[in-house]
């Protein structure tokens, strides 16, 4: 019964390869998020998607590709991996007027 | 980004209060102060929030300054499991997915025994 569940847990892979991670939330919520926090433990906004329309675009390289098939499902693609993209990458949600609800967050390794 | 000053760790004894301080003295009339933990390298969870009023809840009890510049979450007996980081955020309540929400660096809180 978890509330936001992100898969794969772990990721390790090649430069140059192209990966995906999925989001999927049972809690009815409007607002899907992914945050990626690096090395230095920052939690940084990726994107926002709002009833499945994108909100926010926060600088991310376009080699990311958010999807949201719907409200309960936001995936993200990564074409052609770099070293630097090696991070946690959270997903989160929420309704209109309380917190967020992350993942447990999916570790990708570039190697 | 972040609208919010944390210090970056602090240590408390195991079964006393823990307080955490944080600064916002830009927060705006229609933001809330809304609390996270983040324990080891599992998803931030969601602690609590307030507007201006104290706020408790099972978890923690807010305080908010009369002039909502600063705020003190507070353990009131924190025990081995407390120990995470502590993230402090503004936001306005209502704002969907619009706002732009950067966790800074958070208090890492570490319980002695």
């Known amino acids: 019964d978890t509330a936001v569940s992100q898969t794969p847990k772990y990721l390790v892979t090649q430069m140059g390869n192209d990966k995906s991670i999925k989001c999927e939330q049972n809690l009815g919520h409007d607002t899907m998020y992914w945050y990626k926090q690096d090395s230095k433990k920052f939690l940084k906004i990726m994107f926002s998607?709002?009833?499945?329309?994108?909100?926010i675009n926060e600088t991310v390289p376009n080699r990311f590709s958010p999807k949201s098939p719907d409200k309960a499902h936001l995936n993200l693609h990564i074409n052609s991996l770099e070293l630097g993209d090696s991070a946690v990458y959270f997903c989160?949600?929420?309704?209109?007027?309380?917190?967020?609800?992350f993942g447990s967050g999916t570790r990708l390794t570039v190697v | 980004d972040a609208k919010t000053t944390q210090p970056t760790s602090m240590d408390c004894a195991e079964g006393r209060a823990a307080n955490l301080p944080c600064n916002h003295s830009?927060?705006?009339?229609?933001?809330?102060v809304y609390w996270y933990r983040q324990i080891h390298s599992q998803g931030p969870q969601y602690i609590i929030h307030g507007l201006k009023n104290n706020e408790t809840n099972e978890m923690a009890s807010l305080i908010i300054t009369e002039d909502r510049k600063s705020s003190t979450l507070i353990l009131p007996h924190a025990t081995l499991r407390d120990t995470a980081v502590y993230y402090c955020i503004v936001r306005p309540s209502n704002s969907g997915g619009y706002q732009k929400v950067t966790f800074g660096i958070g208090t890492k809180l570490q319980v002695i025994p």
């Open positions: 998607y709002n009833n499945k329309e994108l909100i």
């Open positions: 830009t927060i705006s009339g229609n933001e809330y």
């Open positions: 989160a949600s929420s309704p209109q007027g309380v917190g967020y609800t």
